[in-house]
T-cell receptor
Framework: GQQLNQSPQSMFIQEGEDVSMNCTSSSIFNTWLWYKQDPGEGPVLLIALYKAGELTSNGRLTAQFGITRKDSFLNISASIPSDVGIYFCAGENSGGYQKVTFGIGTKLQVIP | DVKVTQSSRYLVKRTGEKVFLECVQDMDHENMFWYRQDPGLGLRLIYFSYDVKMKEKGDIPEGYSVSREKKERFSLILESASTNQTSMYLC?????????FGSGTRLTVV
């Protein structure tokens, strides 16, 4: 099945640094989603983007829906230890059974 | 808040056993999904269901089956467990945008 190209696959950063990760696809999507998975838990939806070019913030998180509808990025500002986890991008098209295509994930480690 | 509950957090089963993983959601969602998660491979869709008694194969259905007798419950069945089915299994449900995931079941087949 199709997967999105998500990069980087892992990152080690110092507490307080900003983080950027992105996702690209060969197909267009109507909706881009970003999830975070804490260790030992299921992924939780962080941000949903519905329109090409849309920029949305949720606290220290900012995500953008690429203008071509084939990419998205997520920024985390001033990282803290609880930002540790795996971040997944996902693309979704309306209609049908609402099947979502996931990226492979970015594993983030924050060094205090 | 929507809740998706997976019956077990950890399971250890023997090769050849029939294994049932149960998932229940409490918000009347139409769509339910089973994924497995392995390091370096991300989330891979096993089966999904868009209505009671309906099921569709995902990307990796081999060795698995599912059952959806009631709207709120979606079961994943490993007919004869094998060691390559050792993995984290995630159930999800959805109504509109995005999924709500359960906490996962970490299955080890020995």
């Amino acid at each position: 099945g199709q997967q999105l190209n998500q990069s980087p696959q892992s990152m080690f950063i110092q507490e307080g640094e900003d983080v950027s990760m992105n996702c690209t696809s060969s197909s267009i999507f109507n909706t881009w989603l970003w999830y975070k998975q804490d260790p030992g838990e299921g992924p939780v939806l962080l941000i949903a983007l519905y329109k090409a070019g849309e920029l949305t913030s949720n606290g220290r998180l900012t995500a953008q829906f690429g203008i071509t509808r084939k990419d998205s990025f997520l920024n985390i500002s001033a990282s803290i230890p609880s930002d540790v986890g795996i971040y997944f991008c996902a693309g979704e098209n309306s209609g049908g059974y609402q099947k979502v295509t996931f990226g492979i994930g970015t594993k983030l480690q924050v060094i205090p | 808040d929507v809740k998706v509950t997976q019956s077990s957090r950890y399971l250890v089963k023997r090769t050849g056993e029939k294994v049932f993983l149960e998932c229940v959601q409490d918000m009347d969602h139409e769509n339910m999904f089973w994924y497995r998660q392995d390091p370096g491979l991300g989330l891979r869709l096993i089966y999904f269901s868009y209505d009671v008694k309906m099921k569709e194969k995902g990307d990796i259905p081999e060795g698995y089956s599912v059952s959806r007798e009631k709207k709120e419950r979606f079961s994943l069945i490993l007919e004869s467990a094998s060691t390559n089915q050792t993995s984290m299994y995630l159930c999800a449900s959805s109504l509109s945008t995005g999924y709500t995931f359960g906490s996962g079941t970490r299955l080890t087949v020995v």
